[in-house]
């Protein structure tokens, strides 16, 4: 077909795409102009400032004024890639790795999380070179000299220093009268060097040693032996010390610095200020005799989040902050040391006409509005000398997109991810955003093969030359959605909330009591006509019509003529009135069998039966525990606990997206391609020569009332391809971290009893003992659906159910999930295959002649009953 000239073919092709994307029909026209001639004018309208001390980027209207779906701009995609593919295209593609380190602000050179925080300590003055320390020094030593003016502050900050250097230079006798020393970024070492130098200068009250060694080294302690020995030290490192006073608040509010370090009466410079921020500096206490309404009489704005602050101190602190009349604004951790909410704050502060950027007023008519104009944003942590690569694979999930194909052909397909260029991604979140976004494909020749991914950026609201441009992260997700929970992927969200959830969420499971269900007697064993005639099968899985040649069964082609249905179609009312399957005719499958093998609704089943069982790792369902498994993760990060996870939609198999990550982000953002459990990941399995492998066992259900199942004796060791590896760089190895290799990867199966054999001898173990204590938990599993979905009980159903399990590094069983009865009659064929070889025929026809057997005739010579 040829390329799309006319509008109206334009709007024809995309019309689907054009409602979906939600942009005006008023712009069409222009958006069919724009993808016609490839014309992307968005640098002509907006300019990209940097913000949050370079550590994120904003987009600003530069053109004058611009009115409500006024204009439509392309956004390109600068990288679209399916998740398992994301790290090596960095690593293939030229020039990726670094363009998105520059576009996510994590570039070498790009502000360290530390410097972010103490940014006023880093101010060199202009014209002093700075590959010579001994050059610096001297020439402010000269300087003094020869202008009679007294050094109170000097800067030597990243030039290298090293312990010897420092001795060199003779600091406390160049300049007795140092207030301020800054040696940020240097190469010094030694504890004892720092301490019998710096104290030396007995004046100090301030002293920057960020990012020299000796720090990553020995941490607080050298504060706390500084502070021994210069008694007027108020600031290490930006942080507020204990002693603390009224040149540190003024420090804080830019009345002192560099270049006016003191004046004679510092209580009186404090008067004029009106905005003071007092982040992040570590403050335990607010002393009424330094941070007083008398020492401050005019301040309007206030910023005490990020400290300490003794939550005892609240009555205090509130008749503090009343005492300061002219005080506006504030910005205060919720929740922390004021209170649990913003509104209990807003009420014993009532002059106050702002908190955390939101109107008062707001706050009192409904709380919830205010949840996410709250927040501080989520800024990326990386360690010194951590690879590009590393970086940009942390900081992606701050800035990707996702779209799926609706691909019948490919339903099971892995989502699209993209990361849009410069202008698109420095788009930053709003509750009240002025501009939406969304992906569109762009078809040029009408067809599906030639498409091209853009997204479209068009104003929903009036904006002026010089405002922020913003988006909502979130659109259409509300709180029903569990939209406050979902923003810490990009803010720091009150993490004292989320945990009083988990806990919460652990007593109630704590205190669940398991009840076994009464033992009945067993079901009839036979179901065979009394006149000897065969049963008749109707199945659709070819497995089954080529394996089951026993002589009591004989295979039809019309379900209304069979004894049993052996379908890999899910059979209700609807199917059943449709084909007209009768009470009489017996299904492979249960009622309610969801409460089994759909993830999430396992999870709920056992937690309700057993609460948290050692056998089922920590397990969230997202759709509805997202905030309960942030108050989980960030225990464990508080406390040094493992904390790696693993992804996985409530109804896929064959691992599709699937994800092992760490990184809370990832969690949260992975929940836009689909519905997913999130399940403590086994970081500590038992290994095979080295290898993760896991094991499916075959489960035959007889009947749910009394619980009557079998264990085929046969089970299948699925072993992954690659050495097992915690190393980041390896969460996205398929062949490393999963082990169904039927599909994707090299086909590594064992046949079991070598298996058995070889891992007995590597690891010194009974396999007995490891197979009884399975058998134990498998029947606590179905017990479970006994107890908590009574409605699964039908006389008229058989199954058999896949049970795949782990062992843990101390070779206890822990159950990843439940595989219902078509996916495990298919699984049994291929994995039968891959372990007798050669004699694949007549074992896969052993076995499903035997599940028949097992389950309709009340015989077995290869399954155990539990």
């Not at 190393?727 to 990867?745: A, L, P, Q, R, W």
Request: hydrophobic share 40%.
């Amino acid at each position: 077909m040829a390329v799309i000239k006319d509008f109206d073919e334009f709007v024809g092709v995309h019309g689907i795409l054009l409602a979906s994307s939600g942009i005006p029909s008023c712009l069409y026209h222009e958006l069919f102009l724009k993808l016609s001639s490839d014309r992307f004018d968005g640098g002509n309208f907006f300019e990209i400032e940097s913000c949050e001390d370079g550590r994120q980027r904003r987009l600003i209207l530069s053109s004058e004024s611009m009115n409500k779906d006024s204009h439509v701009f392309l956004v390109d995609h600068a990288w679209s890639f399916r998740l398992p593919d994301a790290r090596k295209q960095l690593q293939d593609v030229q020039g990726l790795a670094e363009r998105m380190a520059v576009l996510m602000c994590v570039a070498e050179g790009s502000v360290s999380t530390s410097a972010a925080l103490n940014n006023e300590a880093k101010e060199l003055e202009d014209g002093i070179p700075i590959d010579n320390p001994m050059d610096v020094v001297m020439r402010k030593f000269d300087e003094s000299r020869e202008g009679g003016e007294v050094v109170r502050w000097l800067e030597l900050e990243e030039l290298d220093i090293d312990d010897t250097m420092l001795l060199s230079f003779d600091i406390p006798s160049k300049f007795p009268d140092l207030l301020a020393l800054n040696l940020w970024g240097n190469k010094i070492q030694n504890v004892e060097t720092v301490i019998n130098e710096i104290t030396k200068c007995r004046r100090l009250r301030a002293v920057w040693l960020n990012e020299n060694p000796v720090v990553q080294n020995c941490g607080d302690t050298i504060m706390d032996l500084l502070l021994q020995g210069l008694p007027d030290l108020e600031i290490y490192n930006s942080k507020f010390t204990r002693n603390y006073t009224e040149w540190a608040v003024g420090f804080a509010a830019g009345v002192y610095g560099s270049e006016r370090p003191c004046l004679d009466n510092v209580t009186d410079q404090l008067v004029d200020i009106t905005n003071l921020d007092l982040s992040n500096r570590c403050i335990h206490w607010l002393s009424n005799k330094v941070f007083s309404p008398t020492a401050m009489p005019l301040l309007q704005n206030l910023n005490i989040r990020g400290n300490p602050l003794d939550e005892g101190s609240s009555p205090d602190l509130f008749k503090l902050l009343r005492g300061f009349n002219c005080l506006q604004s504030l910005e205060v951790d919720i929740p922390g040391p004021l209170g649990r909410n913003a509104v209990e704050i807003i009420e014993s502060l009532p002059l106050l006409s702002s908190l955390n950027g939101t109107p008062a007023s707001k706050i009192t008519e409904d709380e919830k509005e205010i949840v996410d104009s709250i927040l501080e944003p989520r800024l990326l942590e990386w360690d010194a000398g951590e690879p590009l690569i590393e970086r940009v694979m942390s900081a992606m999930w701050f800035y990707m997109m996702t779209y799926r194909l609706a691909d019948e052909q490919k339903i099971d397909e892995t989502p699209v991810w993209y990361v849009m260029d410069e202008l698109g991604s420095a788009l930053r979140h709003s509750d009240e955003p002025n501009f939406r976004i969304a992906p569109f494909l762009y078809m040029p020749e009408g067809k599906l093969a030639s498409a091209i991914s853009f997204s479209l950026l068009w104003p929903i609201k009036n904006v002026r030359q010089g405002d922020e441009c913003t988006r909502d992260f979130l659109f259409g997700i509300g709180e029903d959605k569990q939209r406050s929970a979902r923003l810490t992927a990009w803010f720091c969200t009150p993490q004292g909330y989320f945990i009083q959830k988990y806990k919460k969420y652990v007593h109630l499971l704590e205190s669940t009591r398991f009840c076994r269900p009464l033992l009945e007697a067993p079901v009839t064993n036979s179901i065979l006509p009394s006149d000897g005639r065969a049963l008749h099968v109707y199945t659709d899985i070819p497995q089954v019509d080529e394996f089951l040649t026993r002589k009591e069964f004989v295979l039809t082609n019309d379900p209304k003529d069979a004894d049993i249905i052996w379908t890999s179609f899910q059979v209700d009312e609807e199917i059943k009135n449709t084909i007209g399957i009768k009470d009489h005719q017996y299904i492979n499958q249960f009622p309610f069998e969801a409460c089994l093998v759909m993830k999430h609704h396992l999870a709920e089943t056992i937690h309700k039966a057993h609460g948290l069982p050692e056998w089922l790792q920590p397990t969230y369902n997202l759709e509805a525990q997202l905030s309960e498994l942030i108050g989980d993760y960030h225990i464990r990060k508080n406390e040094g606990f493992d904390n790696l996870w693993i992804l996985k939609p409530w109804n896929m198999a064959r691992t599709i997206d699937t994800t092992v990550t760490g990184e809370l982000p990832a969690i949260i953002r992975l929940m836009e391609t689909g519905p997913k459990i999130c399940q403590k990941y086994i970081e500590h399995p038992a290994l095979f020569k080295g290898r993760k492998f896991d094991l499916r066992y075959i489960v035959l259900v007889r009947s749910m009332r009394p619980l009557e199942i079998f264990l085929s004796d046969v089970f299948w060791v699925r072993l992954a391809n690659n050495i097992y590896t915690l190393d980041k760089s390896s969460f996205f190895e398929y062949e490393t971290h999963f082990t169904v290799m039927n599909y994707i990867g090299r086909l590594n199966h064992m046949a079991t009893p070598e298996f058995v054999m070889e891992f007995e001898k590597e690891h010194q173990v009974k396999w007995l003992d490891i197979h009884q204590r399975t058998c134990n938990m498998i029947r606590e599993v179905f017990e479970s659906a006994v107890v908590v979905h009574p409605e699964m009980h039908c006389s008229s159903s058989r199954a058999i159910y896949g049970v795949d399990v782990m062992l843990d590094s101390s070779f206890q069983p822990k159950l990843l999930e439940v595989t219902y009865c078509p996916d495990c009659t298919r699984a049994c064929k291929y994995d039968t295959q891959a372990v007798v070889g050669s004699r694949k025929h007549i074992k896969g026809r052993d076995f499903f002649n035997d599940v028949f057997g097992c389950l309709f005739l009340g015989e077995s010579t290869s399954c155990t009953q539990l």
